[in-house]
């Protein structure tokens, strides 16, 4: 059920980011890829998900992350969550679209 979850907003980040779904599972720095990837660990987190389920269903679909990142990402979304009401809107919507 929760891996049915995570690819959802997996495939909702990817087109509110106008990026392709597998490049949130590829070892790629763009800002873009790398926003993306650490919203959806935000919104799995908040969904709640376990962080070892996140780190699964990252490995999963090829990306193999450490938890210490997960959380990294988690704080940096959760941070600009705050900053920016826009993104604030995007995971509102993304909360309750799945």
Known sequence: MKAEIFNQYASEIAHIFDINEEDLFIKSKKRDIVDARFLLYYICHKRPMRLVNIQRYMKGRG?????????????????????????????????NEV
């Open 63 to 95: 990306y193999d992350i450490f938890h210490n990142n997960i959380l990294y990402g988690i704080k940096t979304a959760k941070k600009r969550a705050r900053r920016d009401k826009d993104y604030a809107k995007i995971i509102k919507a993304l909360q």
